[in-house]
């Protein structure tokens, strides 16, 4: 399931070690309340991305707050960016 390899990746790219696939809500936000991601993690998490689905990301700030908002949104993206 796509979701939870976006958990995993999230976990490896960041180097979450205290934290499992299981600790990770699919609908939780990933910044400031929820996971607690900063804007250095979602750099990170952008190019892990990028690497991981040979996908492209917006340079539009409105449209990647929204898709990095939870684990469900990501992998929705990656899904939509995959059939392009």
Known sequence: ???????ELIIE???LEDIGVDDIDTDA??????????SIDAL????ALQQKYGISLSADA??????????R????????????
């Open 62 to 71: 409105e449209d990647t707050r929204r898709h990095f908002a939870s684990v």
């Open 73 to 84: 949104a990501l992998a929705a993206m990656v899904v939509s960016l995959r059939k392009k």
């Open 1 to 7: 399931m796509l979701e939870q390899e976006v958990k």
């Open 13 to 15: 790219a960041l180097q």
């Open 29 to 38: 936000p990933l910044f400031v309340e929820g996971l607690g991601l900063d």
């Open 44 to 47: 990170e998490l952008g190019v």
